[in-house]
């Protein structure tokens, strides 16, 4: 980005800030949220055809990110500005994706609360709080991602592995169910996912020793529908993948939000590293479904296909990105298709009916594979780049080629969008005894040089061809998400506090301001009172901007 540009954005935003304080004097105040019609399952499967919206976590069932809403477009978006802010109390970094319901606001909070706020204001009508325990264990910070609703209920996640549902109108609790034991190491920490009259939820805390799954509860009453495991238990396919007993402790998470395919009836949902992450030498086998997409029917949790990235995984590459689907020309004829920027440094395009792989190609800098297998698409290793006891250098790095942030993708340029990262990582691997409750993961890494010597960028990718069509640099490296639009534009922010534009076809800068915190979300776009509004958290803030007065 310009320096200059980005310096005189920053000196201008100040007193915008200043002049934030009344949107918020009342915050603490309690009241009701004006009436909405109540979210149906078929305004769901359909959440495109209201843009002024954002339904669920990915925006719609695909998670494409896309938004129809073309207010704000590549010849005026220069002119956004700032219109209110919401001030997070808790002092954490926020990784909320927001959502909006006809013209409010919903917003999760560190550790696992949630606001209602006026979208067009940020002045909050109520808020809950969710009382946690002081034996959490848990791996990489106090975060809630956000919420799922249908009807007036919303469902959040919490950190000591509950599910929740909460009244959308006042804030009340209507029920809440344990899911797992937070003192074994379970967490949760993503946005579920509404199926029909379900609410799909995964489990975080594959650092622990979990034995990870994906839960199916009831809407109205709570209670559990299915549960499908990704370590199979024993009599089931793929529990011989796992050496001994190592399949109760492996891993594999599912802490981030999947998909859904209403015609075909597949839920899509990734699945985190075997455990311990490291030392594969007490879990041998490919381990299944580690590192793998899983497709299940909607009704049964049952798995479909599976395909899965990274066999045997030994550097903690979670195969927990957002899939994103979408229909494409593939050798003349349509096909429905899954399309996957996968931790491990590798683009991938398959069949969302089938699994079949189409095809797969490195995105960002990796050197543990001589490439993919055409037909399978299973990696073809290069020799000897496990970890070791002294430590062997490694690309990608632990955090992986992109991880759990949000890819995006334009219906306007058929183009994958993604926060990619050429790094590099000295991986080791230790002797490591399981304690329940306890980390367990093997090993680690460290970097032998700052984070600043490499590259990072967003990268827009052909699905059909998984060419790099175009990148835009962003040092250091970022973890937001990224959102497109029909006016042409790909929002995302940096890990130096910007919240910028792109021209969605070129790559090309069109805006950017600075928030003066790192970006860890992904922005959202609606429309209220007649004006199209665009949202990101950035440190612990919520800020909100539209087109100049």
């Not at 002797?431 to 960028?457: L, N, V, W």
């Not at 790099?468 to 970022?478: A, K, V």
Request: charged content about 20%; aromatic content about 12%; hydrophobic content about 40%.
């Amino acid at each position: 980005m310009n320096r200059l540009l980005k310096s005189l954005c920053a000196l201008s935003f100040l007193p915008l800030i200043a002049g934030t304080v009344s949107a918020q004097e009342d915050q603490f105040q309690t009241v009701m949220t004006p009436a909405f019609t109540p979210i149906t399952w078929e305004r769901l499967v359909n959440a495109d055809e209201e843009p002024h919206n954002w339904l669920m976590y990915s925006g719609t069932l695909d998670s494409q990110r896309y938004s129809l809403l073309d207010e704000i477009n590549t010849d005026n978006v220069d002119q956004l500005e700032f219109k209110w802010s919401y001030q997070i109390p808790v002092i954490d970094r926020a990784e909320t994706v927001p959502l909006v319901v006809d013209g409010i606001m919903f917003i999760t909070e560190a550790p696992s609360n949630v606001v209602a706020v006026d979208a067009a204001t940020g002045r909050q009508y109520w808020r809950y709080d969710h009382p946690l325990p002081d034996d959490l264990r848990i791996c990489c910070g106090r975060n809630n991602r956000g919420v799922a609703i249908l009807g007036e209920t919303l469902f959040m996640s919490t950190l000591d592995a509950h599910l929740v549902a909460i009244d959308a109108r006042t804030g009340n609790l209507l029920w809440d169910v344990e899911v797992a034991k937070h003192d074994s190491g379970y967490s949760k920490t993503a946005a579920p996912l509404i199926v029909k009259d379900l609410v799909v939820t995964g489990i975080a805390g594959g650092e622990f020793g979990i034995r990870g799954f994906i839960d199916a509860y009831h809407a109205d009453t709570g209670e559990l529908a299915w549960r499908r495991y990704t370590i199979p238990g024993p009599g089931e396919f793929g529990n011989d993948t796992w050496s001994d007993d190592s399949w109760k402790t492996g891993g594999s998470a599912t802490w981030i939000t999947g998909s859904y395919d209403p015609d075909l009836n597949l839920i899509y949902w990734g699945t985190g590293n075997p455990g311990p992450d490291w030392n594969g030498d007490v879990r041998l086998g490919d381990n299944l479904y580690s590192d793998s997409a899983l497709a299940l029917n909607g009704d049964t949790g049952e798995i479909e296909w599976y395909f899965q990235f990274t066999p045997h995984d030994v550097h903690d590459w979670d195969a927990i990105q957002v899939p994103i689907l979408t229909d494409i020309n593939w050798e003349g004829r349509n096909r429905r298709v899954m399309m996957w920027a996968n931790r491990n440094a590798f683009f991938y395009t398959i069949d969302a009916a089938t699994g079949e792989f189409l095809i797969g190609k490195p995105f960002a800098t990796q050197t543990w594979a001589q490439g993919l297998d055409p037909l399978s698409g299973a990696p073809i290793r290069v020799p000897g780049m496990e970890p070791t006891y002294e430590g062997i250098m490694v690309s990608p790095p632990i955090t992986g080629g992109t991880n759990w942030y949000s890819p995006g993708y334009s219906q306007q340029t058929g183009l994958f969008y993604v926060t990619s990262f050429d790094g590099e990582q000295i991986f080791f691997k230790r002797d490591e005894d399981y304690e329940e409750g306890e980390r367990y993961t093997g090993g680690g890494g460290r970097y032998d040089q700052p984070m600043d010597a490499f590259h990072s960028s967003i990268r827009a990718i052909d699905p059909v061809t998984a060419e790099i069509q175009w990148e835009f640099p962003i040092m250091p490296r970022s973890s937001a998400g990224i959102t497109t639009t029909a006016g042409g534009i790909v929002f995302t922010g940096s890990a130096d506090g910007y919240f910028f534009a792109l021209d969605a076809a070129s790559g090309e800068e069109l805006w950017n301001i600075s928030l003066g915190r790192r970006v860890h979300a992904a922005p959202i776009t609606y429309e209220v009172e007649g004006r199209q509004h665009v949202t990101i958290a950035s440190g612990n803030v919520v800020y909100t901007f539209a087109l100049r007065d």
